[in-house]
């Protein structure tokens, strides 16, 4: 009995005694078999189509999993600091965290200034800055006064264009680097040199 349950197909009822006339009529008729191939070949195709879909959706998680861990993973190897870019920093006199901004960069390394806080420290804050100006001549030069606007006469064009290049760029040094407070002291400041000089003439006064 066991076998009979693999039989796919059985010509008429499965009776075994037939009337022999309705088996002479249907022993052409062969659309039952077609019928019934279909049908397996249908549930065939369905279980395969389940297994393939089955693979599919266990393979996209780990698929998506590497896609998400990769750029990640590919940020950190290459991140790059930028002039101006934020970041915090341990203040060796009193163990505390202070926010900071990268001022300059070099080819192997790069110069971070702490944030000009107050008077508390405008001493280390003023010697890190200069050290980094020295950096470029035109740079403090244009902070202590020595190189100024040379007007705005045809003549004087390239002059004029290095002043305002080297303005540009000590003043954004300097602003980036202080904290509320000082900044409020440089609103009024046009150039490098007055915001130089605003802050030496108020700090050192306090230090």
Known sequence: MADDMNVPFIRGNGNVCMDTDTANDNVWDD??????Y????NLAKE??????????????PKENLQNLKQPKHASKLHKKWI???????IYSEDGETYEA??????????????????EENWLQWRFVMRTLLEEDDDLLNVCEGNLCHPGNSAEKEIARGRFLKADRLA??????????????????????????????TVYDMKS
């Not at 279980?47 to 996209?60: F, H, L, P």
Request: aromatic share 4%; net charge positive.
């Open 31 to 36: 659309s039952a078999l077609i019928e019934a």
């Open 101 to 118: 901004i990268i001022s300059k960069i070099y080819e192997n390394t790069s110069a971070k200034v702490e944030m000009l806080r107050g």
């Open 47 to 60: 279980e395969v189509i389940k297994r393939m879909g089955m693979d599919v959706r266990n393979s996209q």
């Open 83 to 89: 002039i101006g870019a934020p970041y915090r920093a």
């Open 171 to 200: 003043s954004k040094l300097i602003v980036t680097s202080v904290g509320k407070k000082p900044l409020d002291l440089l609103l009024c400041c046009t150039t490098a040199h007055e915001m130089w000089k605003k802050l030496n």
């Open 38 to 41: 279909d049908k397996a070949i």
